[in-house]
Nanobody, 126 residues
């Protein structure tokens, strides 16, 4: 099993940038596809971005496409989410998540992930 710890959240003004980090402990990170999700108050947790276990393919939610970039460093056991041109509607708790194996099926589904970070708050003011 892999253990995840999110960090890097904070408060920024609209148009600003943040970089979230996710540190993985336990099993080899390269055996997991990695995702970022977010949850705003009163809303369900939603998909943000996904990267395959070797980093060869990436997918993004339409709402963040062109503004956010997911990346990973398997040697350092780190996953990142670079967030640019932030908007107030990006305000949420952000979670990294790991799913074992190379499959890319249903990467948007929270049910198919094996481990979650504790979450980090991102607040964007207008």
């Amino acid at each position: 099993q892999v253990q995840l710890e999110d960090s890097g959240g904070g408060s920024v003004q609209a148009g600003g940038s943040l970089r979230l980090s996710c540190a993985a402990g336990g099993r080899t990170l390269s055996q997991y596809g990695m995702g970022w999700f977010r949850q705003a108050p009163g809303k369900e947790r939603e998909f943000v971005a996904f990267v395959t276990w070797r980093g060869g393919s990436k997918w993004y939610a339409d709402s963040v496409k062109g503004r956010f970039t997911i990346s990973r460093d398997n040697s350092e056991k780190m996953i990142y989410l670079q967030m640019n041109s932030l908007k107030p509607e990006d305000t949420a708790v952000y979670y990294c998540a790991a799913r074992y194996g190379s499959t890319t099926a249903q990467y948007e589904s929270t049910r198919l992930y094996d481990a979650w970070g504790q979450g980090t708050q991102v607040t964007v003011s207008s």
